[in-house]
């Protein structure tokens, strides 16, 4: 196997999972909407990635195939990565719905800052 085409998955899978602005959007449409609002929020965000690196082949015939085939690729990993951030946004606003789940999400964010406040201040300056 290539050692550019290596190079290229793993660099593409750490920035297919670094949160941004897609992933905001797809929680605001499973928080909104539900399930089928945020899939449509997926295929509009892959199909955009590969426009855009299609768009951005244009001209450069000798790299046309492999650019279109790591495009592909790219995309591919973004969409099962959305789909599964997607479920899991989906479980987690069902989750909160319930009084039980409310409560410990508040408890789990409650002493999270409290550990923060304390942290800073013990903080040295």
Known sequence: ????????V???????VTPGADMALVARHVFGGGRRP???????????CLVHAAASAVGRAPVLERSLLLAGVHVGMGFVWLC????????FASLLR???GRRRAQAV???VLAGLGLRLALERR
């Open 1 to 8: 196997m290539d050692s550019h085409l290596i190079a290229f």
């Open 10 to 16: 793993v660099v593409a899978g750490l920035v297919t």
């Open 38 to 48: 945020a899939l449509f929020a997926i295929l509009g965000i892959c199909l955009g």
């Open 84 to 91: 599964a951030y997607a479920a899991l946004l989906e479980r």
């Open 98 to 100: 319930t009084g039980a």
């Open 109 to 111: 964010t409650g002493t």
